[in-house]
């Protein structure tokens, strides 16, 4: 008889007692997104640790000691030694670990034409020049990897490129000049005067033609106080070539400090060991700045983070199985009369059973489906929440050789697989299944007329 079959039964009962069925999806879907959730956050804090560890995870730069001292105006200036790095030196301090890019600087002042410079104190039209940082990959220059500044159209210098520059966006405003424009630099040196800023080299003999790669803006504000020269909002990021066009340095000689990129910040002290051993530098006028990009204070926030949420996932799962039988127990103790009757009627206990399996899976698939859209918004919540100020500013290989700047977006982090999402879903399955059996065991085990007499 069509009564008799389970299925028929227990979607007759699904469709019949809503409020029931409400009451039972709501249990599990609140669980599933819980669930999902979590282990959405414990994924994103293992693999975010993990690309940290993976990317450029800590740095140290090579450069000259230097003298501070406080001119007649009272403010500080620094004096650095006119010594150098070369090529051959760089070469035998990649070989003493695993780092994986050097970044070498050069600096020099410049002039165009085409640049109408933003003025700073004292500015004149002869004091009317930038700052120009050269060097091989602009990403790894210290205010873009510690986002004081960041590329906001076009691309980073890499050590393929040739005549290339970046601008500030203020800079680059006021001059009408955007990615792609081509432009004459000149070399320039700034000096000072009667009190007044100079340009030291007035007859101009060497040009570079230069394309602007990118264009970049400060995340600090600089005031005017300084010279015009060196206002944040004039600095130039260019190729190496560029200065050594216009004269102001040599090829295979740097003059600035040098950056070195590691993989795995937790090495960073032991290569820096091995570099300080080498004879070929000399220590008394160079020493060895770390930066390991806040490696540490993150990881550590992130291991306390994971063991939190391993923590809740215990805990979680725990009640959750503990409080899906104790529910599926209440409902089956308000089933007792349909499952006496069931019984009298020589309907076998399996087919009961498996009614109400059904019964419990059928609402079970239909709200982690539901579940699996609504949890991803909710892991979002809690990822920008749990790891805001977390996430550094990673940069591989990839990217730095494309110019690019690196990064992933938080909610990347905080997807499962789709293997991983069946996985959790399927033991929440077994779960139910569970609860559902031991609940319908208690009851089914005892005969008709017992269970009629309890109900009396």
């Known amino acids: 008889m069509r009564k008799m079959n389970p299925m028929y039964r227990a979607m007759l009962f699904v469709w019949r007692k809503k409020g029931k069925t409400a009451s039972l999806f709501l249990t599990i879907f609140v669980i599933a997104v819980f669930l999902v959730s979590c282990f959405g956050v414990l994924h994103a804090s293992k693999r975010l640790s993990k690309d940290i560890r993976t990317s450029l995870g800590a740095a140290f730069y090579i450069r000259a000691n230097t003298t501070v001292s406080t001119n007649e105006n009272g403010q500080t200036e620094v004096t650095e030694n006119e010594v150098h790095m070369t090529q051959k030196e760089i070469d035998e301090v990649m070989r003493t670990g695993e780092i994986k890019y050097c970044n070498p600087i050069n600096y020099g002042f410049a002039k165009s034409d085409a640049i109408e410079f933003i003025p700073g104190e004292k500015h004149t039209k002869e004091s009317s020049m930038g700052k120009v940082t050269a060097l091989r990959f602009s990403a790894l220059a210290p205010d873009f990897a510690e986002e004081a500044a960041v590329l906001t159209r076009g691309t980073h210098i890499t050590d393929a490129d040739t005549g290339k520059i970046l601008l500030s966006e203020p800079l680059a405003d006021a001059n009408h000049l955007s990615v792609g424009d081509v432009l004459m630099l000149t070399h320039a040196e700034l000096g000072k005067e009667d009190g007044?800023?100079?340009?030291?080299?007035?007859?101009?003999?060497?040009?570079?033609?230069?394309?602007?790669?990118?264009?970049?803006?400060?995340?600090?504000?600089?005031?005017?106080?300084?010279?015009?020269?060196?206002?944040?909002?004039?600095?130039?990021?260019?190729?190496?070539?560029?200065?050594?066009?216009?004269?102001?340095?040599?090829?295979?000689?740097?003059?600035?400090?040098?950056?070195?990129?590691?993989?795995?910040?937790?090495?960073?002290?032991?290569?820096?060991?091995?570099?300080?051993?080498?004879?070929?530098?000399?220590?008394?006028?160079?020493?060895?700045?770390?930066?390991?990009?806040?490696?540490?204070?993150?990881?550590?926030?992130?291991?306390?983070?994971?063991?939190?949420?391993?923590?809740?996932?215990?805990?979680?799962?725990?009640?959750?199985?503990?409080?899906?039988?104790?529910?599926?127990?209440?409902?089956?103790?308000?089933?007792?009369?349909?499952?006496?009757?069931?019984?009298?009627?020589?309907?076998?206990?399996?087919?009961?059973?498996?009614?109400?399996?059904?019964?419990?899976?059928?609402?079970?698939?239909?709200?982690?489906?539901?579940?699996?859209?609504?949890?991803?918004?909710?892991?979002?919540?809690?990822?920008?929440?749990?790891?805001?100020?977390?996430?550094?500013?990673?940069?591989?290989?990839?990217?730095?050789?494309?110019?690019?700047?690196?990064?992933?977006?938080?909610?990347?982090?905080?997807?499962?697989?789709?293997?991983?999402?069946?996985?959790?879903?399927?033991?929440?399955?077994?779960?139910?299944?569970?609860?559902?059996?031991?609940?319908?065991?208690?009851?089914?085990?005892?005969?008709?007329?017992?269970?009629?007499?309890?109900?009396?």
């Open 196 to 456: 007044a800023y100079t340009d030291e080299i007035p007859v101009k003999t060497a040009y570079a033609k230069v394309e602007v790669s990118g264009i970049y803006q400060w995340n600090t504000k600089s005031g005017s106080e300084k010279p015009t020269a060196t206002l944040a909002e004039n600095e130039i990021y260019a190729s190496l070539d560029v200065l050594n066009e216009l004269g102001e340095s040599e090829r295979g000689i740097y003059t600035g400090e040098v950056g070195f990129y590691i993989t795995d910040p937790e090495k960073l002290s032991g290569i820096t060991h091995s570099v300080r051993q080498l004879q070929s530098i000399d220590w008394t006028t160079h020493f060895i700045r770390t930066n390991d990009f806040q490696y540490r204070k993150i990881a550590d926030r992130l291991a306390s983070l994971g063991d939190l949420v391993k923590i809740l996932l215990v805990l979680a799962s725990v009640f959750s199985a503990a409080f899906l039988t104790l529910l599926f127990l209440l409902r089956m103790r308000g089933r007792m009369q349909e499952a006496g009757i069931l019984l009298a009627a020589g309907i076998p206990k399996g087919q009961i059973a498996a009614g109400f399996l059904l019964e419990a899976l059928s609402v079970t698939i239909f709200a982690l489906l539901v579940s699996y859209f609504v949890s991803y918004g909710a892991a979002d919540v809690w990822g920008r929440r749990l790891f805001d100020g977390l996430q550094p500013h990673l940069i591989d290989g990839k990217t730095l050789s494309a110019g690019g700047t690196g990064g992933v977006p938080i909610e990347n982090y905080l997807k499962l697989s789709v293997t991983e999402t069946l996985l959790l879903y399927l033991c929440q399955m077994l779960v139910v299944t569970a609860s559902s059996l031991v609940s319908s065991i208690l009851i089914l085990r005892l005969k008709p007329k017992e269970i009629l007499s309890r109900m009396s």
